[in-house]
C-alpha cells in the first residue's frame, strides 16, 4: 500500500522552543494531508486539514499561530509547534491519500515531549 | 459521517477468530464502513473497508448485514499482534479526514 512517511517519531524539547514535523508520501502525490493530535488514553482529533498551495484549515479551537502548516510541494507538509510547552505534549499523527481506492495512509506519529 | 457504535473492549485467545461488531443504523446508502486499527504508540493502520458486499483481503473479513445497519470485522486467526484498538467509521469518501470514535480494545491474550 501507498506510504506516509513522518518525521521525527519522537523529540524532547525545552518550553519556550519550537519543533517541526514533517509528513512525506512516498510513492503518490497528495493534495490534502491532514494532521492529528492525540492526548494518553484519547482518540485521535483532527487539528487542521494542510492544503497544497494555499492556507490551512484549522479545527475549532486549534490555534493557526501556535500551530503552523506549509504544504509547500504535493509531497511534504510540515507541522511547526511554536513556542512549545508542555501542554502541547502529545502524540501527532499526519495521514494522506483517499484518492488511491478511498484509502487514507498515516505516517508512524511524533511523539512530543516538553520539559 | 456516520454515527458508529462499538463495544470498549473485548478478549480473544491467541489463534481464535477475533469477531469485533459495530453498529452503524443511520448509515447513509453511499457510506463505506471503515475500518482502521491503531497499535500501541503507532499511527492508524488501514484493514479494509465496504458498501454492500461483505470483503476479504489479507489481513481480515468484513461482514455488512443486508440492511447496513451493522458489520463485524474478522481477523481468522488472531496472534499477539493484533492487540490493537480498532475503530469503525463510516464516511462517503476516503478523501476527507477520519472521524475517530472511542474505538475497542482489542486484547489477544496467549
Known amino acids: 500500500g501507498a506510504v506516509v512517511s513522518q518525521h521525527p517519531s519522537w523529540v524532547i524539547c525545552k518550553s519556550g522552543t519550537s519543533v517541526k514535523i514533517e509528513c512525506r508520501s512516498l510513492?503518490?502525490?497528495?493534495?490534502?494531508m491532514f494532521w492529528y493530535r492525540q492526548f494518553p488514553k484519547q482518540s485521535l482529533m483532527l487539528m487542521a486539514t494542510?492544503?497544497?498551495?494555499?492556507?490551512?484549515?484549522?479545527e475549532q479551537g486549534v490555534e493557526k499561530d501556535k500551530f503552523l502548516i506549509n504544504h509547500a510541494s504535493l509531497t511534504l507538509s510540515t507541522l511547526t509547534v511554536t513556542s512549545a510547552h508542555p501542554e502541547d505534549s502529545s502524540f501527532y499523527i499526519c495521514?494522506?491519500?483517499?484518492?488511491?481506492?478511498?484509502?487514507?495512509?498515516f505516517g508512524a506519529g511524533t511523539r512530543l515531549s516538553v520539559l | 459521517d456516520a454515527k458508529t457504535t462499538q463495544p470498549t473492549s473485548m478478549d480473544c485467545a491467541e489463534g481464535r477468530a477475533a469477531n469485533l461488531p459495530c453498529n452503524h443504523s443511520?448509515?447513509?446508502?453511499?457510506?463505506?464502513v471503515y475500518w482502521y486499527r491503531q497499535i500501541h504508540s503507532q499511527g492508524p493502520q488501514y484493514i479494509i473497508h465496504?458498501?454492500?458486499n461483505n470483503e476479504t483481503n489479507e489481513m481480515a473479513s468484513l461482514i455488512i448485514t443486508e440492511d447496513r445497519k451493522s458489520s463485524t470485522l474478522i481477523l481468522p486467526h488472531a496472534t499477539l499482534r493484533d492487540t490493537a484498538v480498532y475503530y469503525c467509521?463510516?464516511?462517503?469518501?476516503?478523501?476527507?479526514?477520519?472521524?475517530f470514535g472511542s474505538g475497542t480494545r482489542l486484547q489477544v491474550q496467549p
Open positions: 467509521i463510516g464516511m462517503d469518501t476516503g478523501r476527507r479526514a477520519l472521524t
Open positions: 494542510s492544503n497544497e498551495g494555499s492556507k490551512a484549515t484549522y
Open positions: 443511520t448509515i447513509s446508502g453511499n457510506e463505506y
Open positions: 465496504g458498501l454492500k
Open positions: 510513492d503518490f502525490q497528495a493534495t490534502t
Open positions: 495521514s494522506a491519500g483517499g484518492h488511491i481506492k478511498n484509502i487514507q495512509y
